[in-house]
T-cell receptor, first 115, second 122 residues
Framework: AQSVAQPEDQVNVAEGNPLTVKCTYS??????LFWYVQYPNRGLQFLLK??????LVKGSYGFEAEFNKSQTSFHLKKPSALVSDSALYFC?????????????FGTGTRLQVTL | EAGVVQSPRYKIIEKKQPVAFWCNPI?????LYWYRQNLGQGPELLIR????????DSQLPKDRFSAERLKGVDSTLKIQPAELGDSAVYLC????????????????????FGQGTRLTVV
């Protein structure tokens, strides 16, 4: 069974500093990996994905994520955090076993960016 | 292009009453998901459709929950009767607008979510 772990319930960072939100995964085959962001009272918004190719993936709002197969990780990063980045971030994994398959989410990490 | 549309946004009902949620996916998306998100948790899959076929409903509590997607487009999720523990946000998502395969890998795999329906059972 596939699973995702987000070990930090909350990450606090000062505006202008780099941020990292951690994610590790477990799948039986090759993973498709995703990051989503959720603002209060909003649905999940797609940020970025890793399917194949370069391990460093760039996404929306200046976010990027690095796929590390040996460590089964897909950490979300941003060089310079903004207060407006404060939100709930979810990592997700899909293990393709057919034409489509289940998207499994982590429990989420709350990012708090302060001035 | 319109996104995934869900209604209602909010619903408050008394326990033991029925409730229904509606979802209209992005045009052309053949895969539709219903997720439940409890407070402070990640979304958990309830059911996944490929066109009108439910291909994964293993997590759907079938004694009280039902779903349908009769024409392979919009979908409804129903709870009857509702219990206090059903209070959550119910999210609908869709994916696979147009398959673009590179090598063996399908490049269009992200799901797009609606704003959700916040259900409160009192």
């Amino acid at each position: 069974a596939q699973s995702v772990a987000q070990p930090e319930d909350q990450v606090n960072v000062a505006e202008g500093n780099p941020l990292t939100v951690k994610c590790t995964y477990s799948v039986s085959g090759n993973p498709y990996l995703f990051w989503y962001v959720q603002y209060p009272n909003r649905g999940l918004q797609f940020l970025l994905k890793y399917i194949t190719g370069d391990n460093l993936v760039k996404g929306s709002y200046g976010f990027e994520a690095e796929f590390n197969k040996s460590q089964t990780s897909f950490h979300l990063k941003k060089p310079s955090a903004l207060v407006s980045d404060s939100a709930l971030y979810f990592c997700a994994v899909r293990d393709i076993t057919g034409t489509a398959s289940k998207l499994t989410f982590g429990t989420g990490t709350r990012l708090q960016v302060t001035l | 292009e319109a996104g995934v549309v869900q209604s209602p946004r909010y619903k408050i009902i008394e326990k033991k009453q029925p409730v229904a949620f509606w979802c209209n996916p992005i045009s052309g998306h053949n895969t539709l998901y219903w997720y439940r998100q409890n407070l402070g948790q990640g979304p958990e899959l309830l059911i996944r459709y490929e066109n009108e076929e439910a291909v994964d409903d293993s997590q759907l509590p079938k004694d009280r929950f039902s779903a349908e997607r009769l024409k392979g487009v919009d979908s409804t999720l129903k709870i009857q009767p509702a219990e206090l523990g059903d209070s959550a946000v119910y999210l609908c998502a869709s994916s696979h607008p147009r398959r673009r395969v590179v090598g063996q890998r399908d490049m269009n795999t992200e799901a797009f979510f609606g704003q959700g329906t916040r259900l409160t059972v009192v």
